[in-house]
């Protein structure tokens, strides 16, 4: 929270409860407007597959430009988006918005970049959210082959049967799905038998533990080893140092994302920054 400061211990705490209760509520209404006023806009961190040093797709992440609070990262909104039912509204935005983007790109001569899309699961819980996919898909010109949707592992606990009905129409359309933050979530393994799941998202907390290159022992190798038994994809999250990334190309893990490429930003800048990590990105630059 962005919390005056009182001067006054005692009232401390009060305050920034007090700042963080009303702001969640200005936020909450502002979310309306913002939505009319076009005030969402997407950032893409690169994909990289590890083995061929190459961008092989995008990841769309939503940001906030806040008329009065500056740019917001969707930590400080997509929770409140999914308390007050907006957040159906601001997936299908960002879908459209990344879907144009890079169907734009690709008719200007750009490589077949796939689009990986977050899903909140109050999304695939609405009726029309496979028909809202197919109508991006048709009305922006995008190959359903190259877009991926991310859902979590909780929406698939309750084995419900008109979210695996969802999925599997989405597989057949030939749109790809992926697990992310995988590992972190509550539901058993026996969905990733019985659901058309294309990739793993290792989730970061995982990545982080990668410290040394004979760390043989790190639940990254046995989520690999999982992934390649069932036939599955692989996307490691949070990759932030060379020591990861040569770590996990020894373990022959496909797509890699991560800081160690710099931030999320502009299709563009993404384009002109390339795919090497950014120290190398930057020594490139200065002439060594
Ligand atoms: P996510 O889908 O797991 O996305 C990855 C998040 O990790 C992004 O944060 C990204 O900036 C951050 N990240 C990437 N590489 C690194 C790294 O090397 N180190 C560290 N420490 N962090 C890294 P971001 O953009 O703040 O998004 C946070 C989460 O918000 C996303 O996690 C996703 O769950 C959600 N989100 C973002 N955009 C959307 C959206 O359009 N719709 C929905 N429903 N959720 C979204
Ligand atoms: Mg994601
Ligand atoms: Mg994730
Ligand atoms: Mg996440």
Request: hydrophobic share 40%; glycine share 8%; net charge negative.
């Amino acid at each position: 929270y962005r919390v005056k400061n009182t001067g006054r211990d005692g009232y401390q705490v009060f305050t920034a409860d007090m700042a963080g209760t009303t702001q969640r509520l200005r936020l909450e209404q502002d979310m309306h407007r913002a939505l009319a006023n076009q005030e969402f806009d997407v950032v893409y961190q690169a994909q990289i597959d590890s083995a061929i040093g190459e961008m092989v797709g995008v990841e769309a992440l939503v940001r906030w430009n806040h008329p009065r609070l500056g740019r917001l990262e969707p930590s400080e909104f997509i929770g409140i988006a999914e308390d007050s039912r907006l957040i159906a509204e601001l997936d299908r935005s960002t879908l459209r918005k990344s879907v144009r983007e890079l169907a734009k790109a690709r008719q200007e001569g750009g490589r077949g970049l796939r689009l990986s899309v977050n899903i909140s699961p109050l999304m695939v819980a609405r009726d029309d959210f496979v028909d809202t996919v197919l109508e991006v898909l048709r009305q922006e010109g995008f190959p359903a082959q190259l877009l991926e949707l991310e859902i979590t592992e909780n929406l698939l606990i309750s084995d419900r049967q008109d979210v695996i009905a969802k999925l599997q129409r989405l597989n057949e359309i030939g749109v790809n799905i992926a697990i992310d933050d995988f590992g972190t979530g509550y539901s058993s393994l026996s969905y990733l038998q019985k659901l058309p799941i294309h990739t793993l998202k290792i989730d970061r907390s995982f990545t982080r533990q990668v410290k040394a290159c004979d760390d043989g022992a790190c639940i990254v190798n046995a989520i690999v080893a999982m992934a390649q038994g069932l036939r599955m994809n692989i996307v490691v999250e949070g990759v932030e140092t060379m020591l990861q990334l040569d770590y996990l190309r020894a373990l022959g893990c496909g797509v890699v994302q991560g800081f160690l490429y710099g931030q999320p930003d502009s299709l563009e800048r993404l384009w002109q920054r390339g795919a090497a990590p950014e120290a190398l990105a930057a020594s490139a630059s200065h002439g060594g």
